[in-house]
């Protein structure tokens, strides 16, 4: 069982940057890939980045390539996803997910109750 808690969701200036962050709890977070996600209401979920348990292999949505960093510390048991250059378009609550395959699609095993980002213009 892997229970995940994001963090450091906020109101931020179009052109700014935020840090997100989701701690885990529990052993096997560290043999676990880890993703990223986003929704609006109304829309279906949003894939946004993904890392694997060793951080050897990220993936990205298109979206946001360029822009978003995801990292893990392993010793910490926490992901991170590294926002810059932030748009309107990515206003959405955002939701950090694991399971031990490392997936681009929303079929992940856990997930948290996300954190709001609001991007004004």
């Known amino acids: 069982q892997v229970q995940l808690v994001e963090s450091g969701g906020g109101l931020v200036q179009a052109g700014g940057s935020l840090r997100l962050s989701c701690a885990a709890s529990g052993r096997t977070f560290s043999t676990h890939a880890m993703g990223w996600f986003r929704q609006v209401p109304g829309k279906e979920r949003e894939f946004v980045a993904a890392?694997?348990?060793?951080?050897?292999?990220?993936y990205y949505g298109d979206s946001v390539k360029g822009r978003f960093t995801v990292s893990r510390d392993n010793a910490k048991n926490t992901v991170y996803l590294q926002m810059n250059s932030l748009k309107p378009e990515d206003t959405a609550a955002y939701y950090c997910?694991?399971?031990?395959?490392?997936?681009?699609?929303?079929?992940?095993?856990?997930w948290g109750q996300g954190t709001q980002v609001t991007v004004d213009s």
């Open positions: 997910a694991a399971d031990p395959t490392l997936r681009v699609d929303p079929g992940y095993a856990y």
């Open positions: 890392i694997r348990w060793d951080s050897t292999s990220k």
